[in-house]
C-alpha cells in the first residue's frame, strides 16, 4: 500500500499531499512514515534531496491538537534550511488550523515573540536562536510531542552540539525523537544512545537515493571548449529550472559571468556572500526568475527545490557521495528529472568511481551538434523575432540599410545571414576537438594532454 493513503493519516493532510502532487512516496518516506506514525523514536540516515521533510512532517503534522502550546519543533543547521522545512510543513497543514513558525537570526526577535504570544503549534528553527528564545522565556518546550533533529551532522559540523543538548533537556521527557543525518559521526550516535528511547534505524542506500526518477547521462568533453559545449547542452536539453554545480568560488563567478553575457537568465551561489545576497538570489530561483543557479557543494548546501528539473555538474564532483548528493535536487516529489554530467578525460577515473558507488554504468551522449540545437531553438528564435517586429516603432534607423540589403539580395538570404550572425557570436561554430574517444583523444586525431 502507498502509505501516503496509511489509514492513520487525517484526509485534510491526504488532501495536502495530493495537492502538492506527491505521488509515489520516495524510499525514505516509505520507510519512516509507518514508524513515526507508530510512535517510535527514529534514526534516519538520509541525504537532502531524499525527500525526508515529508518524512517527518506528514507524521509530525498528523499529531497536532486544536492546543495553542507548542507541539513539534524542527531543528536545522541554517536559516536557509529552516525557512525551507517551515515551507514544506505549511504547504502540507494548508487544510488544518495550525501555526508553523521559522525562528532564526538574523531576522526581528521582537516579530518572533509576537507570533510566539499568539500562538505556534510548531517551531522550526536554529539552535543558537532557540537558544535566545528559551533564555527569555520566550518559547517552552514542556508540551512538545514530537522533536526533529534534521541534518544533525551539519549541526556538529558547524559546532551545535551543546546548544542541542541544552534544548533536548528542557524539552518534554515524554516526547518522540526523529533524528535525521547524511552521516553518523560517533557525537551523533553517542546524542541518540542519550536522548532517544530505542530508536528504529531507517537508512537509504546510495542506489536508493539516486531514484530511477532522474535520468543520468554524461558527456565527454575537451577543457578548451567546455563553455561552448555547456551551452550547447543546455540549448539541446532546455531546462526550466536547473542547478549547475561548479568546484570552486571562483568558478562560479566566472560560470556566472559567462552565461549572463550570452543572454541565459542565471545567478550564482557560493561562500562569499552575504545572507541578504544569498537570500536574494534564492528567491529569485524560487520564483523561476532565474533558470540557472550556479553553485558550489557548499553553497548549495540545504538547497531544497521541488521543481528542479536539471542538475548539471559543470565540473564532475571530486567524490561519489557529492554526486549523489547533487543528483537528487531532481526528480523530486514524483517529478521526472535529468542530471547531466561534463567529463573532461582527466575526470574520467572520477566517472569511474561514481559508477562503481551508484552500481551503475551512466550512459554517455555527444555533445549536441550544431543542427541540433538549431532546430531545438527555432520556436524560441521564432518567438523573439515576432517580438521585435511586434514592438517595432513605425521608422527604424535601419531603414536605409535593409532596402539596399533587400535590393542586392534575396531575402532569404538576408534573413539566413542574420540568425547564423546571431548564433556565431554567441557559439563556437566548429564541430572539431568537441569531444573525445575513451582513448582521450581528440575527434580530430590531436591527443590530449
Same mark, same amino acid.
Given at each position: 500500500?502507498?502509505?501516503?493513503?496509511?489509514? !492513520?493519516?487525517?484526509?485534510?493532510?491526504? #488532501?495536502?499531499? +495530493?495537492?502538492?502532487?506527491?505521488?509515489?512516496?520516495?524510499?525514505?518516506?516509505?520507510? !519512516?512514515?509507518?514508524?513515526?506514525?507508530?510512535?517510535?523514536?527514529?534514526?534516519? #540516515?538520509?541525504?537532502?534531496?531524499?525527500?525526508?521533510?515529508?518524512?517527518?512532517?506528514?507524521?509530525?503534522?498528523?499529531?497536532?491538537?486544536?492546543?495553542?502550546?507548542?507541539?513539534?519543533?524542527?531543528?536545522?543547521?541554517?536559516?536557509?534550511?529552516?525557512?525551507?522545512?517551515?515551507?514544506?510543513?505549511?504547504?502540507?497543514?494548508?487544510?488544518?488550523?495550525?501555526?508553523?513558525?521559522?525562528?532564526?537570526?538574523?531576522?526581528?526577535?521582537?516579530?518572533?515573540?509576537?507570533?510566539?504570544?499568539?500562538?505556534? #503549534?510548531?517551531?522550526?528553527?536554529?539552535?543558537?536562536?532557540?537558544?535566545?528564545?528559551?533564555?527569555?522565556?520566550?518559547?517552552?518546550? /514542556?508540551?512538545?510531542?514530537?522533536?526533529?533533529?534534521?541534518?544533525?551532522?551539519?549541526?556538529?559540523?558547524?559546532?551545535?552540539?551543546?546548544?542541542?543538548?541544552?534544548?533536548?533537556?528542557?524539552?518534554?521527557?515524554? *516526547?518522540?525523537?526523529?533524528?535525521?543525518?547524511?552521516?553518523?559521526?560517533?557525537?551523533?550516535?553517542?546524542?541518540?544512545?542519550?536522548?532517544?528511547?530505542?530508536?528504529?534505524?531507517?537508512?537509504?542506500?546510495?542506489?536508493?537515493?539516486?531514484?530511477?526518477?532522474?535520468?543520468?547521462?554524461?558527456?565527454?568533453?575537451?577543457? *578548451?571548449?567546455?563553455?561552448?559545449?555547456?551551452?550547447?547542452?543546455?540549448?539541446?536539453?532546455?531546462?526550466?529550472?536547473?542547478?549547475?554545480?561548479?568546484?570552486?568560488?571562483?568558478?562560479?563567478?566566472?560560470?556566472?559571468?559567462?552565461?549572463?553575457?550570452?543572454?541565459?537568465?542565471?545567478?550564482?551561489?557560493?561562500?562569499?556572500?552575504?545572507?541578504?545576497?544569498?537570500?536574494?538570489?534564492?528567491?529569485?530561483?524560487?520564483?523561476?526568475?532565474?533558470?540557472?543557479?550556479?553553485?558550489?557543494?557548499?553553497?548549495?548546501?540545504?538547497?531544497?527545490?521541488?521543481?528542479?528539473?536539471?542538475?548539471?555538474?559543470?565540473?564532475?564532483?571530486?567524490?561519489?557521495?557529492?554526486?549523489?548528493?547533487?543528483?537528487?535536487?531532481?526528480?523530486?516529489?514524483?517529478?521526472?528529472?535529468?542530471?547531466?554530467?561534463?567529463?573532461?578525460?582527466?575526470?574520467?577515473?572520477?566517472?569511474?568511481?561514481?559508477?562503481?558507488?551508484?552500481?551503475?554504468?551512466?550512459?554517455?551522449?555527444?555533445?549536441?551538434?550544431?543542427?541540433?540545437?538549431?532546430? +531545438?531553438?527555432?520556436?524560441?528564435?521564432?518567438?523573439?523575432?515576432?517580438?521585435?517586429?511586434?514592438?517595432?516603432?513605425?521608422?527604424?534607423?535601419?531603414?536605409?540599410?535593409?532596402?539596399?540589403?533587400?535590393? /542586392?539580395?534575396?531575402?532569404?538570404?538576408?534573413?539566413?545571414?542574420?540568425?547564423?550572425?546571431?548564433?556565431?557570436?554567441?557559439?563556437?561554430?566548429?564541430?572539431?576537438?568537441?569531444?573525445?574517444?575513451?582513448?582521450?583523444?581528440? +575527434?580530430?586525431?590531436?591527443?590530449?594532454?
Amino acid at each position: 500500500m502507498n502509505v501516503f493513503e496509511h489509514e !492513520a493519516i487525517k484526509p485534510e493532510l491526504k #488532501q495536502a499531499i +495530493k495537492q502538492m502532487g506527491f505521488e509515489e512516496p520516495s524510499p525514505i518516506q516509505e520507510k !519512516a512514515i509507518p514508524i513515526v506514525l507508530d510512535g517510535n523514536d527514529v534514526v534516519g #540516515q538520509a541525504q537532502t534531496g531524499t525527500g525526508k521533510t515529508a518524512a517527518f512532517g506528514i507524521p509530525l503534522l498528523n499529531k497536532i491538537t486544536a492546543s495553542s502550546d507548542v507541539q513539534a519543533i524542527v531543528l536545522t543547521p541554517t536559516r536557509e534550511l529552516a525557512i525551507q522545512v517551515a515551507g514544506e510543513l505549511q504547504k502540507l497543514s494548508a487544510n488544518m488550523k495550525l501555526t508553523t513558525l521559522p525562528i532564526y537570526g538574523g531576522q526581528s526577535i521582537g516579530h518572533q515573540i509576537k507570533a510566539l504570544k499568539r500562538g505556534v #503549534q510548531v517551531v522550526i528553527g536554529t539552535p543558537g536562536r532557540i537558544q535566545d528564545h528559551l533564555r527569555r522565556k520566550t518559547l517552552r518546550l /514542556d508540551r512538545v510531542e514530537t522533536f526533529v533533529l534534521d541534518e544533525a551532522d551539519e549541526m556538529l559540523d558547524m559546532g551545535f552540539i551543546d546548544d542541542i543538548e541544552s534544548i533536548l533537556k528542557q524539552t518534554n521527557k515524554e *516526547r518522540q525523537t526523529l533524528l535525521f543525518s547524511a552521516t553518523m559521526p560517533g557525537p551523533i550516535r553517542k546524542l541518540s544512545r542519550r536522548y532517544m528511547e530505542k530508536p528504529e534505524t531507517v537508512s537509504i542506500s546510495r542506489s536508493d537515493v539516486t531514484a530511477p526518477s532522474i535520468e543520468q547521462l554524461y558527456f565527454k568533453v575537451l577543457e *578548451r571548449n567546455k563553455l561552448e559545449s555547456l551551452c550547447r547542452v543546455i540549448d539541446r536539453y532546455n531546462p526550466e529550472l536547473a542547478i549547475i554545480f561548479s568546484r570552486t568560488k571562483k568558478g562560479v563567478a566566472e560560470l556566472t559571468e559567462s552565461l549572463q553575457a550570452r543572454g541565459y537568465f542565471a545567478d550564482g551561489l557560493h561562500g562569499d556572500l552575504t545572507q541578504s545576497q544569498r537570500d536574494a538570489v534564492m528567491k529569485k530561483f524560487r520564483d523561476s526568475s532565474i533558470e540557472f543557479l550556479i553553485a558550489t557543494d557548499v553553497a548549495a548546501r540545504g538547497i531544497d527545490v521541488d521543481n528542479v528539473t536539471h542538475v548539471i555538474n559543470y565540473d564532475i564532483p571530486q567524490d561519489p557521495e557529492s554526486y549523489v548528493h547533487r543528483i537528487g535536487r531532481t526528480g523530486r516529489a514524483g517529478k521526472k528529472g535529468q542530471a547531466l554530467t561534463l567529463v573532461t578525460p582527466r575526470e574520467m577515473k572520477h566517472l569511474r568511481s561514481i559508477e562503481k558507488e551508484i552500481k551503475m554504468q551512466i550512459p554517455t551522449r555527444d555533445i549536441p551538434t550544431i543542427e541540433e540545437v538549431v532546430e +531545438k531553438q527555432q520556436d524560441a528564435w521564432k518567438t523573439q523575432i515576432t517580438n521585435v517586429i511586434q514592438a517595432s516603432e513605425e521608422t527604424s534607423i535601419f531603414d536605409d540599410l535593409t532596402e539596399e540589403l533587400l535590393k /542586392d539580395f534575396d531575402q532569404k538570404d538576408v534573413i539566413q545571414a542574420l540568425l547564423k550572425m546571431n548564433y556565431q557570436t554567441e557559439n563556437n561554430l566548429s564541430e572539431e576537438g568537441y569531444s573525445f574517444g575513451e582513448t582521450g583523444g581528440a +575527434k580530430d586525431g590531436t591527443l590530449f594532454h
